[in-house]
C-alpha cells in the first residue's frame, strides 16, 4: 500500500501487488510502501485525527465558513518560528524542546546541527588553550577530574591529563567535517528529492557515515556520564565498590544500601539509569525523550541540580547535541525508515570509513599509557604553591615572581608531553583538533619579564 508522493484521493491508499510491480516488495522492504493491513489501521488513525483537527478549525476559525476554509480568500499562513534572539547558541536546544508540541513537525535542518558542533569545538578549544595558559585551571582541572575517577585514588601522579580526557574537539571536529558535507550533499541533491524515490548513493552513504559516528559518539559519552557521576562528590555516598575479588565484572559499582534516596533524587537516578544501563526501555522511549527530560528535571529541581558536579554537568551539554543531531537525522522522512536496512547493506564500507577517520583519536588515548611513565607525572602534581596563580591580585613583587613560577611549571608539563606526543605519533599528530588548536599562529598569554 502507497501513500508518500500521492495528493489525490484515487491515489492514495493504493495497493499494488507484488505479481504485478517487481519494485513493490522492495518498496516495503525499504518502508516507502506498506503491508495492506498497516496500511488499513494508518488510514483509520488518520481518519479520527483529521476529524478531530478540522473539528478544532472549525471551534477556532468559528467566523470563517467551513466550505471556504480552503479558499483563495483565506491562503495559508507561514509558520511562526522560534524568535532569532532565543535560539543563539546551545541554549536553544532547551527551547526547542520546551516548544516542540506546540509547532509543526520539525524540518531536516543539517546547517543548524553544524552551528551546534562550531560552537562545542570553540568551547573545547578555550578549554585546551586555558590548560595551556592558566596554571591555575590547569591545577583545578587536574583536580577536578580526579574527583570523578572511580577508584578515587590518592595520589594524583597516575591521573591522565585533563586534554586527553576532554576529547570534545576530536570528536565535535570530525563531526563538524562530516556536517560540512551533509551541506553541500543536501544542497546539491535536495530539488531532486522525492518521497517515493531513493536518495543518491553518495548522500545516502554520507548520512549512513554520520549517523553510525553519532552513535559511537554517543556511547562513549554514555560511559563517560556514568563513571563521572557516580565517582561524583555529590553521588558518592549513594554508591560503593564490589569487593577487589568481583572486580572483574563489567560493573564494579553498585547501590548503597545503607543510604536512601528522596523521591526527587530517585527520579534523577532513574533517569541515569535508562540512559546508561537500560538498553531496551532507551529504545523504547528514545534518548531524545530521556535526555530532554533530564534537562527539565535538573532545571526545575533544585535539589536534582545539587546532585550534579560541574564536571559532570559539562558532559551533557556535549550528549544533549549529539542526541540533537540523532534526532534530525531521525526526523529526515521518508528515507530515514530505510536507514537501519542501509546500514546493514553498508556495514563494512561504514566502519571501515569511521576506522581510517578516527585512527588518531585512538592513537591519542594510546599514548597515555606513554605519558604516566614519562616525567609527565611527577610535573603535573600540584602540590604547595606551584600553581599558585594570583592573576586577580595586585601585581606586586611577590605576586609576579608567583606567577612566573607558576607558569615556568606549566611551561615544563606541555614540554615533556610535546616531546612525549611527538615520539609517539610523529606526523599523525598533525590529523588531531588539538594539533590544530596548539600550533596555530597565537601569541602565549603569559607574565613579562623585567
Not at 516507502?32 to 488510514?43: I, K, S, Y
Not at 544542497?187 to 536518495?199: E, I, Q
Amino acid at each position: 500500500m502507497y501513500f508518500s508522493g500521492r495528493s489525490t484521493a484515487e491515489r492514495y491508499g493504493e495497493i499494488i501487488a507484488w505479481d504485478d510491480d517487481d519494485a513493490a516488495f522492495q518498496d516495503m522492504y525499504i518502508k516507502t510502501a506498506m503491508q495492506p493491513g498497516l496500511g488499513l489501521v494508518l488510514l483509520e488513525i488518520q481518519a479520527r485525527l483529521y476529524s478531530f483537527l478540522v473539528d478544532c478549525c472549525k471551534l477556532i476559525l468559528h467566523d470563517i465558513p467551513a466550505d471556504a476554509f480552503t479558499s483563495d480568500a483565506y491562503p495559508i499562513q507561514s509558520e511562526v518560528g522560534i524568535a532569532e534572539e532565543k535560539t543563539a547558541g546551545f541554549a536553544s536546544l532547551a527551547v526547542m524542546a520546551a516548544e516542540a508540541p506546540y509547532q509543526v513537525p520539525a524540518k531536516f535542518d543539517i546547517a543548524r546541527l553544524r552551528s551546534f558542533f562550531s560552537a562545542r569545538i570553540a568551547a573545547a578549544e578555550d578549554h585546551i588553550w586555558s590548560l595551556r595558559e592558566d596554571p591555575n585551571y590547569y591545577a583545578e582541572s587536574l583536580i577536578d577530574l580526579s574527583e570523578h575517577q572511580t577508584e578515587r585514588l590518592k595520589d594524583l601522579a597516575v591521573m591522565t591529563h585533563p586534554v586527553f580526557k576532554s576529547v570534545s574537539a576530536e570528536m565535535f571536529s570530525d563531526l563538524h567535517i562530516q556536517s560540512d558535507q551533509l551541506c553541500e550533499l543536501h544542497a546539491k541533491h535536495n530539488t531532486g528529492l522525492k518521497p517515493d524515490k531513493g536518495l543518491p548513493q553518495d548522500y545516502l552513504l554520507a548520512l549512513l557515515q554520520f549517523r553510525y559516528s553519532l552513535i559511537q559518539v554517543s556511547k562513549g559519552l554514555l560511559a563517560s556520564l556514568r563513571n563521572s557521576t557516580l565517582s561524583s562528590p555529590p553521588m558518592r555516598p549513594y554508591f560503593v565498590r564490589m569487593p577487589e575479588e568481583r572486580q572483574r565484572l563489567k560493573h564494579n559499582i553498585s547501590r548503597n544500601p545503607n543510604v536512601k534516596l528522596d523521591s526527587t533524587h530517585e527520579q534523577l537516578m532513574r533517569l541515569l539509569r535508562v540512559l546508561w544501563e537500560d538498553d531496551y526501555l532507551l529504545f523504547l522511549i528514545s534518548q531524545t525523550v530521556a535526555v530532554d527530560e533530564l534537562e527539565r528535571l535538573l532545571r526545575s529541581e533544585p535539589k536534582a541540580r545539587e546532585m550534579i558536579s560541574c564536571y559532570v554537568a559539562s558532559v551533557i551539554p556535549d550528549l544533549s547535541v549529539v542526541t540533537e543531531a540523532t534526532q534530525q537525522l531521525r526526523i529526515f522522512q521518508l528515507w530515514a525508515q530505510t536507514f537501519e536496512n542501509a546500514m546493514v547493506d553498508n556495514d563494512d564500507l561504514i566502519k571501515g570509513d569511521y576506522a581510517v577517520r578516527t585512527k588518531h583519536m585512538h592513537n591519542l588515548s594510546g599514548i597515555v599509557k606513554a605519558l604516566s611513565q614519562s616525567q609527565l607525572n611527577r610535573l603535573s602534581v600540584p602540590v604547595g604553591r606551584k600553581f599558585y596563580y594570583p592573576v586577580d591580585k595586585r601585581r606586586t613583587k611577590d605576586n609576579v615572581e608567583a606567577m612566573r613560577s607558576a607558569e615556568q611549571s606549566l611551561d615544563a608539563i606541555w614540554t615533556e608531553m610535546d616531546r612525549v606526543v611527538q615520539m609517539k605519533l610523529g606526523e599523525d599528530l598533525r590529523d588531531t583538533a588539538v594539533w590544530r588548536v596548539l600550533y596555530q599562529a597565537r601569541i602565549m598569554q603569559q607574565t613579562r619579564s623585567g
